[in-house]
């Protein structure tokens, strides 16, 4: 059985089949593979499309009040538009208008709940240029129409992360809050 050359430590042990002197500190002598780069090019692929994805819903999410389309975000991802959209439907699991969608509304909801603004100024500080429009895809997502959603009252004062998480909408759900959640009188 042929070996390889062994490769020296810090500490001036050498370790048999390791070409590349790659040992942690504290983990035990093991021979190891040399690293490859074509070791698998699905996941690679897999994870520029990821990466692409993710970089375009990046951008939704810093700029969702200003007006965006699929061919601007498709070049953000580096993709056509159709293969755009298929993908970051397969990958985050909604069409990026719905994510869109989605995120405006949770900003609005903060926004109804937390200042005393109009529920016109809120509309068009999120992004949305029709009051119809917002009314109707915030009923959708949140259950029920803004004005109703910021009757409940200002927010309770718990930590901002918590109350991002629990009060953002989902697309599974709509109706309440949460499922299971008792509706304001």
Request: charged share 25%.
């Amino acid at each position: 059985m042929p070996t390889t050359p062994a490769a020296p430590l810090t500490s001036g042990k050498t370790l048999p089949g390791d070409d590349h002197g790659r040992v942690d500190a504290g983990s035990p002598a093991l021979p190891r593979e040399p690293l490859r780069c074509d070791a698998d090019p699905v996941s690679r692929a897999s994870e520029d499309s990821n990466r692409r994805m993710l970089r375009a819903r990046d951008e939704m999410d810093r700029s969702y009040a200003e007006p965006l389309d699929v061919p601007t975000l498709a070049r953000i991802a580096h993709v056509s538009e159709a293969h755009f959209i298929r993908t970051f439907r397969a990958t985050f699991g909604e069409t990026p208008h719905r994510y869109l969608q989605r995120r405006r509304v949770e900003r609005a909801m903060w926004l109804l709940r937390s200042t005393d603004r109009s529920v016109t100024d809120v509309c068009m500080a999120v992004g949305f240029s029709s009051l119809g429009t917002f009314s109707r895809v915030f009923a959708e997502v949140v259950g029920e129409p803004p004005s109703a959603y910021r009757r409940r009252g200002p927010l309770a004062a718990v930590p901002s992360c918590f109350g991002m998480r629990w009060l953002r909408p989902s697309e599974h759900s709509s109706g309440t809050e949460k499922p299971g959640a008792v509706p304001a009188p």
